[in-house]
Nanobody, 126 residues
């Protein structure tokens, strides 16, 4: 059974950085797409970023929402079977619950993602 565990959220000031982690069990992330979504109060869950990994997990094709491009970066540690979302220059509008998810192919659509983490709260104060 595939399980994803999100962690790393917290309360930070605007301009700070955070790194979210997504530990994968039940299969490796290599050869799959790992995505990050977020959901702010009263809003729909939205796409943030995704990485479609090679079967060797040595490279990936990244895709980022315009709102985070240049500030957020996906990376992965094959040995730990963990994917990360490095978030820099955080803004108050980045405040949300962040979820990692995995899909069989590259997509920005929530429906394409088969497994989801439980979410981790990120709060950015101004």
């Amino acid at each position: 059974q595939v399980q994803l565990v999100d962690s790393g959220g917290g309360l930070v000031q605007a301009g700070a950085s955070l790194r979210l982690s997504c530990a994968v069990s039940g299969r490796t992330f290599s050869g799959y797409t790992m995505g990050w979504f977020r959901q702010a109060p009263g809003k729909e869950r939205e796409f943030v970023a995704a990485a479609s990994w090679s079967t060797s997990a040595t490279y990936y094709v990244g895709d980022y929402a315009d709102s985070v491009k240049g500030r957020f970066t996906i990376s992965g540690d094959n040995a730990k079977n963990t994917v990360y979302l490095e978030m820099n220059n955080l803004k108050p509008e980045d405040t949300a619950v962040y979820y990692c998810a995995t899909a069989s192919s590259r997509s920005r659509s929530r429906g394409a993602y088969e497994y989801w983490g439980q979410g981790t709260q990120v709060t950015v104060s101004s």
